[in-house]
């Protein structure tokens, strides 16, 4: 149980799995539970595999309920955006790209339903392409080149060219790479998180980290979308961001990442006992953050650091009397005002 590879954030969801039995059920009421203050970006490189993988499960519960599922790729022609990637990508976000040739298939009748959940990608030479999934169980190659080829802008490029040959489209390339039944929605959930657990060995396009849509201060990209209703009743692993002492200020992705670890975030957790079912679950409590890395955390508790990861670490008694002093350093980040607690002798 110890050594789940969780945020602490997921702290609060987690919690059901965590229980019935073990030391911690039966053990004190309240416990201090420390871990590192993780920055949850996609671009992560700590954080980029565990929500990879939290969401490749999440995907395979939604994919297993679809009839079949079709992988398809799209890509921009780089010859059409010489001022570089960064345009390409600006152009297909702006005009919903993605979204808009899923409406299109769907006004065709080739899709079973209105589903889909697509990632980003770029290419070496930092032009952006997706990796989408719809439900269906064939795409006329010509249905899918010609709605692709709606992004083609006469104002920009002239008269939109005939149809593409072979695998072209006008406006770049598609290709679906297979169909699949619904049993190998598996299949299907790695095909679309493969990229998204592991960053790519020479790293992210610069002008992705730094992005800041329309010239200033905006959305960041974001490596995942999904159809509005995609998750169904899916429960989202989010927490509210107050609760996990998030902070809401605008950053770029390499502000957000570079600030990855470098505090720590305290909660407090309780064993909650769920009267119908009599079944023990744990509740945490977001506490506040110390200026303290993890391991250096961990040092000053007298516990062997380790690096990385999401590991959560349960306080002992005296460790606890650490934290609680840790808290109310003046050189603290923050700490929420429910800090009623017993105060470090
Ligand atoms: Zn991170």
Same mark, same amino acid.
């Given at each position: 149980?110890?050594?789940?590879?969780?945020? =602490?954030?997921? &702290?609060?969801?987690?919690? @059901?799995?965590?229980? *019935?039995?073990?030391?911690?059920? /039966? $053990?004190?009421? #309240? %416990?201090?539970?420390?871990?590192?203050?993780?920055?949850?970006?996609?671009?992560?490189?700590?954080?980029?595999?565990?929500?990879?993988?939290?969401?490749?499960?999440?995907?395979?519960?939604?994919?297993?309920?679809?009839?079949?599922?079709?992988?398809?790729?799209?890509?921009?022609?780089?010859?059409?955006?010489?001022?570089? =990637?960064?345009? &390409?990508?600006?152009?297909? @976000?702006?005009?919903? *790209?993605?979204?808009?040739?899923? /409406? $299109?298939?769907? #006004? %065709?009748?080739?899709?079973?339903?209105?589903?889909?959940?697509?990632?980003?990608?770029?290419?070496?030479?930092?032009?952006?392409?997706?990796?989408?999934?719809?439900?269906?169980?064939?795409?006329?190659?010509?249905?899918?080149?010609?709605?692709?080829?709606?992004?083609?802008?006469?104002?920009?490029?002239?008269?939109?060219?005939?149809?593409?040959?072979?695998?072209?489209?006008?406006?770049?390339?598609?290709?679906?790479?297979?169909?699949?039944?619904?049993?190998?929605?598996?299949?299907?959930?790695?095909?679309?998180?493969?990229?998204?657990?592991?960053?790519?060995?020479?790293?992210?396009?610069?002008?992705?980290?730094?992005?800041?849509?329309?010239?200033?201060?905006?959305?960041?990209?974001?490596?995942?979308?999904?159809?509005?209703?995609?998750?169904?009743?899916?429960?989202?692993?989010?927490?509210?961001?107050?609760?996990?002492?998030?902070?809401?200020?605008?950053?770029?992705?390499?502000?957000?990442?570079?600030?990855?670890?470098?505090?720590?975030?305290?909660?407090?957790?309780?064993?909650?006992?769920?009267?119908?079912?009599?079944?023990?679950?744990?509740?945490?409590?977001?506490?506040?953050?110390?200026?303290?890395?993890?391991?250096?955390?961990?040092?000053?508790?007298?516990?062997?650091?380790?690096?990385?990861?999401?590991?959560?670490?349960?306080?002992?008694?005296?460790?606890?009397?650490?934290?609680?002093?840790?808290?109310?350093?003046?050189?603290?980040?923050?700490?929420?005002?429910?800090?009623?607690?017993?105060?470090?002798?």
């Amino acid at each position: 149980m110890q050594g789940r590879e969780l945020s =602490p954030f997921e &702290a609060r969801a987690s919690t @059901r799995a965590e229980q *019935s039995e073990g030391p911690r059920a /039966q $053990g004190a009421a #309240r %416990r201090l539970v420390v871990g590192p203050h993780r920055c949850k970006s996609r671009f992560c490189p700590h954080c980029a595999m565990p929500l990879g993988l939290q969401l490749r499960e999440r995907l395979r519960r939604v994919l297993r309920t679809f009839k079949s599922v079709m992988m398809l790729t799209l890509t921009v022609d780089p010859a059409l955006f010489p001022e570089g =990637p960064q345009a &390409a990508f600006d152009f297909c @976000r702006e005009r919903r *790209s993605v979204a808009l040739l899923v /409406q $299109g298939l769907k #006004r %065709r009748g080739v899709l079973l339903s209105g589903r889909w959940a697509s990632i980003v990608e770029w290419q070496q030479n930092g032009y952006p392409h997706w990796h989408l999934i719809v439900e269906a169980d064939y795409v006329p190659f010509a249905a899918l080149a010609s709605e692709w080829g709606k992004n083609w802008d006469e104002s920009r490029w002239g008269p939109r060219p005939a149809a593409g040959i072979g695998q072209r489209a006008v406006f770049g390339s598609v290709r679906f790479t297979k169909t699949f039944d619904a049993e190998s929605s598996e299949y299907a959930a790695n095909y679309i998180t493969k990229y998204i657990t592991k960053p790519p060995k020479a790293g992210y396009p610069a002008w992705v980290l730094d992005y800041a849509a329309s010239g200033g201060r905006g959305r960041r990209i974001r490596r995942f979308s999904t159809a509005r209703g995609f998750w169904g009743g899916e429960p989202s692993p989010r927490i509210n961001e107050e609760a996990t002492g998030e902070t809401r200020e605008w950053c770029t992705i390499r502000e957000r990442v570079a600030r990855c670890g470098i505090t720590s975030v305290v909660f407090r957790v309780e064993d909650v006992v769920d009267t119908e079912t009599g079944e023990v679950a744990e509740e945490a409590r977001y506490l506040g953050r110390v200026h303290k890395t993890y391991p250096e955390l961990l040092n000053a508790l007298g516990e062997s650091a380790r690096v990385g990861g999401f590991r959560r670490h349960y306080c002992t008694p005296a460790q606890e009397r650490v934290v609680w002093g840790l808290l109310y350093a003046p050189d603290r980040v923050e700490s929420q005002h429910d800090l009623d607690q017993p105060r470090a002798p």
